[in-house]
């Protein structure tokens, strides 16, 4: 069993930057794929990024390409999402995800664990 935590949402202006961090419990956190996902009011949630389980993989949506960064410290069972160039398409409630077998990284069906969401807003 994973929990999953997630932390660092708030409001930024359009160009700003955020971390949000995902805190998981369970002994197994440095074997899981994580991933981000986020969902926007009336939007089905999407994708964002992931990162395999030394992190030497590392996916992301064409949208954050470029923009975000993710990253994981395993000693820490934290996975970490640097968000730069913020844009107010980037407004929603950002999901960690934690997978023991994820062949699909940005399919939200292959993880097993999924944390309560974190808000981000983006004002232009």
């Known amino acids: 069993q994973v929990q999953l935590v997630e932390s660092g949402g708030g409001s930024v202006q359009a160009g700003g930057s955020l971390r949000l961090s995902c805190a998981a419990s369970?002994?197994?956190?440095?074997?899981?794929?994580m991933g981000w996902f986020r969902q926007a009011p009336g939007k089905e949630r999407e994708f964002v990024a992931a990162i395999n389980w030394s992190g030497g993989t590392t996916y992301y949506a064409d949208s954050v390409k470029g923009r975000f960064l993710i990253s994981r410290d395993n000693p820490k069972n934290t996975v970490y999402l640097q968000m730069n160039s913020l844009k107010p398409e980037d407004t929603a409630v950002y999901y960690c995800?934690?997978?023991?077998?994820?062949?699909?990284?940005?399919?939200?069906?292959?993880?097993?664990?999924w944390g309560q969401g974190t808000q981000v807003t983006v004002s232009s």
């Open positions: 995800a934690a997978g023991v077998r994820v062949p699909r990284m940005s399919t939200e069906n292959d993880y097993d664990y």
């Open positions: 369970g002994r197994t956190f440095s074997s899981n794929t």
